[in-house]
């Protein structure tokens, strides 16, 4: 495990090794602000020899939550709270990134209603009649079928969004929100442009039909991701990266392989001249492609294979299923500069240890705590893994 454990510069910063943590979301924060249990949990990974952390989809925004207890980004108690984690990750040895993150959501969600901002949508139970909502902005006024809100009575799923009127009006939230995100000390901002979320939204023609120019071609459906960079980059430099899966099938995403290929292939060829610190790309998935009317919504294709090409100046990360063992040959091959692990780091809080030294990633997963645990010990299922004798 050689390669593995090999420093690499990533714009203005160092990492330790090439394994990091990638972004998962937990719902442990209290309401959205991170707190005691949320650190200890980050230090562990840290300490456990995750070279790079980034943190679980962190809002920009109090409207668009689609998870209940996910932390913010928004204002001064979150990233006093974030900087406090922030510093304690640093003291263990790891570096940190914000993961910064539409229509998947619902008006009753607890922090949408609290946003305050009421607009009409036709009721879809009783037709003849308009009735007052918190509205969920998107590219193109579409719902995404599937999705399951356990915390709302019923489990309703998602509702059809408003169509934002301006959409740089969303682009100055992820300005600043790394503009807090730096205050609060990240290393770095990683923009979530996968699985269904706003900026994948925007590439997808499926769930962006605008006419105008954010819709339509590649170019324009990639312009809210690449002006999003920009906005960043402003605030952050090179230190910025971006999230993609081409592969689709998560939150009704996918299209046809030569329109996947069009619109990523543009996108990864102009991402490559910004100067970013990393490109993530997410392989292909079953677990994350969902099924819609009896067929699979997902593009089964090979990312890596189709989209690193588009990548000349850019390092590469990968992420979706990689073992141990593929990790070391994908970063001695040189296909990638390093690799995230997502549910390992959940389960396993020394996963970097455990491959130094050989040892399996064999923790057993507590299912019922994954996506939070209220009203109980939020440990549980969190920080109460053990880390290998």
């Not at 998870?67 to 974030?82: S, T």
């Amino acid at each position: 495990m050689s390669s593995l454990f090999t420093p690499l510069q990533l714009g203005s910063i160092t990492i330790s090794n090439r394994i990091g943590m990638s972004a998962l979301t937990r719902n442990r924060s209290t309401s959205t602000v991170p707190n005691d249990v949320m650190k200890e949990y980050y230090v562990q990974r840290a300490k456990g020899k995750a070279g790079l952390i980034v943190s679980e989809g962190t809002l920009v925004t109090r409207q668009g939550s689609e998870w209940q207890d996910a932390p913010g980004i928004w204002n001064e108690a979150q990233v006093a709270a974030w900087k406090d984690i922030t510093n304690a990750v640093h003291e263990a040895g790891s570096k940190m990134y914000c993961q910064a993150i539409g229509r998947v959501n619902h008006p009753d969600a607890p922090e949408q209603i609290a946003a305050g901002e009421v607009g009409h949508i036709q009721s879809p139970s009783v037709l003849s009649s308009d009735c007052l909502w918190k509205p969920v902005y998107a590219p193109s006024a579409i719902s995404a079928r599937g999705g399951k809100f356990r915390f709302l009575p019923g489990h309703p799923g998602y509702v059809q969004p408003t169509e934002v009127p301006d959409p740089t009006t969303l682009i100055e939230l992820y300005k600043q929100a790394a503009i807090n995100a730096k205050k609060a000390g990240f290393d770095g901002v990683e923009v979530h442009g996968a699985n269904g979320y706003l900026v994948s939204q925007f590439l997808d023609y499926n769930s962006n039909k605008r006419t105008d120019k954010w819709g339509g071609s590649p170019e324009n459906r990639a312009r809210f991701a690449l002006e999003t960079l920009k906005a960043v980059i402003e605030v952050y430099g090179r230190n910025v990266s971006i999230k993609l899966n081409p592969a689709g099938g998560y939150n009704d995403m996918g299209m046809p392989l030569q329109d996947t290929i069009d619109t990523y292939g543009y996108l990864l060829k102009e991402v490559d001249t910004l100067g970013l610190s990393y490109v993530t790309l997410v392989r292909y998935v079953e677990a994350l492609d969902m099924e819609y009317d009896g067929k699979k919504r997902g593009t089964h294709h090979d990312v890596v294979e189709t989209f690193k090409p588009f990548l000349k100046n850019t390092p590469l990360f990968i992420n979706g299923g990689v073992t141990p063992e593929e990790a070391e040959e994908l970063v001695s091959s040189g296909t990638a500069a390093g690799v995230f692990f997502g549910f390992p780091m959940v389960t396993h809080p020394d996963v970097g240890k455990r491959i130094l030294d050989g040892i399996p990633l064999n923790n057993v997963p507590d299912l019922a705590h994954l996506y939070g645990a209220r009203g109980v010990d939020r440990a549980l299922g969190y920080t109460d893994y053990k880390a290998a004798e």
